[in-house]
């Protein structure tokens, strides 16, 4: 059966998500509806190519949907549902990927009951190798989880987690990308200067990092033990990793993730 799925917000991610849906059979482009703002000619005209209907009235996606995204930005969430509010039944179901929006947030704007979930999906999902998680509040009903983790695992992975862990979640996966693409660069500047054309150097990083996270997913195996069958004694992966170590890559990595989940605290207080 076909959801009528919803998007309150239309942006890049927004766009991802239904893509994802709809390559992967969960809805019909009939089904979705996205809201923009009248301006936002992108928006409209990316989901008309879907066969989705886009809207400036937000109020209207929330009538015709089961399933709602909350794809605004995190500082509109709270004027978004409230402008929703009215209209707000008990067969819909809130899904909000707005970063820093908790559980609570969610439900003190919409009415008492109403089933809401957390996730947050990353970058990658714009080209269906996301990893996202997602988390159920206090009126979600058990099939209310499956079908958040259906939907976000058209666009890659989704694990269920503890809301606790969303910050966490969000240093890691979330800004992971972030450190990824560093790694990327630096990588390709050193093949450059050894001699290496920019472009291939791009090229070989990128698949690198690639195919050595597809090993990690599909082998099962602790990276450390992947490491250790590159590694020959006395070799120049050893060189290389001796190199890194002395320049704690691995503490400078592991702290990234530190700072930044707690940047994320740091912002949910200000917001209160």
Known sequence: ??????????????????????????????????????????????????????????????????????AVKPDMVSTVLQQVKPVVSKDNLFISICMGITIADLEKDLPPGTRVVRAMPNTPALVGRGASVYTCGTAARPDDGDTARKLLGAVGIAHQVQEKLVDPVTALSGSGPAYVFLVIEALA?????????????????????????????????????????????????????????????????????????????EMQSQAK
């Open 1 to 70: 059966m076909s959801l009528k799925i919803g998007f309150l917000g239309g942006g890049k991610m927004a766009q991802a998500l239904a893509r994802g849906f709809l390559a992967k059979g969960l809805t019909r482009g009939e089904d979705v509806v996205a809201s923009a703002a009248p301006q936002d000619k992108q928006c409209f005209e990316a989901f008309k190519e879907l066969g989705a209907t886009a809207t400036a009235d937000n109020t209207l996606v929330v009538k015709k949907s089961q399933v709602v995204f909350v």
């Open 189 to 265: 500047d050193g093949a450059v200067k050894e001699g290496m054309p920019r472009d291939l150097a791009y090229q070989l990083a990128a698949q690198t990092v690639l195919g050595a996270g597809h090993l990690v997913m599909e082998t099962g195996q602790h990276p450390a033990k992947l490491r250790d069958d590159v590694t020959s004694p006395a070799g120049s992966t050893a060189a290389g990793l001796a190199h890194l170590e002395q320049c704690a890559v691995r503490s400078a990595m592991a702290g990234a993730v530190a700072a930044a989940t707690k940047r994320c605290k």
